[in-house]
């Protein structure tokens, strides 16, 4: 099991009060673009320092020949603003930079689950992967149950068990109780409920 810890400064700023613990753990375990921005970034940086240098190469009477500078200008002396070709890729490069400033504007999406805390300024949550094993192993615990399947789902946890009891109505009652109270315990902030699955063995 994984857990992550941050703290707020009490110099910062103060959560509004009608902003529900839930709302402020996802707003701040949302991650952040970092990967996209710095990829865009580089390219970016690689792209247009190749062509500056391919100009200045030029003027001084050199060529790295690395950007088909001449014929570049050529075509941009013969291409009029009427163009559709133009207009075309003028679109599409638009079209790009709006994607580009959607992804570093827009947050990514949580991996994680928050957990309930007694400070309010204190985030604390749970990595989906640990939080489906502790009640993978709990559910494995019942008496009973063979193997079990754990799925988070956006407004239910699935607990799929394989079992070979020709009774099961009392184990799956067995496991969604020790699943409900293992969740209880951990404090996390499951939307939705749990829902226990029945599979024999073989099937």
Do not use: H, Y
């Amino acid at each position: 099991m994984t857990t992550t810890l941050q703290e707020r400064s009490p110099s910062g700023p103060v959560a509004s009060v009608r902003e529900t613990p839930r709302r402020r753990a996802a707003r701040v375990l949302r991650p952040a673009r970092t990967p996209a921005g710095v990829a865009v970034a580089l390219t970016m940086s690689a792209g247009f320092s190749l062509v500056a240098a391919e100009v200045l190469a030029t003027l001084t009477g050199g060529g790295l020949d690395l950007v088909p500078v001449d014929a570049t200008v050529a075509m941009a002396a013969g291409t009029s603003w009427s163009d559709p070709a133009l207009m075309l890729g003028a679109m599409g490069v638009a079209a790009v930079g709006v994607v580009l400033l959607g992804l570093a504007l827009v947050p990514g999406r949580c991996r994680m689950v928050a957990l309930e805390t007694a400070d309010a300024r204190i985030v604390m949550a749970i990595t989906r992967t640990g939080l489906r094993r502790t009640l993978k192993s709990v559910a494995e615990d019942v008496d009973g149950v063979r193997s079990v399947r754990v799925r988070l789902r956006r407004r239910l946890i699935e607990v799929t068990v394989v079992s070979e009891a020709e009774r099961s109505g009392e184990m799956l009652r067995r496991t969604g109780a020790a699943v409900g109270e293992r969740l209880n315990g951990l404090g996390a902030m499951c939307a939705g409920e749990v829902v226990v699955r029945l599979r024999r063995k073989g099937l």
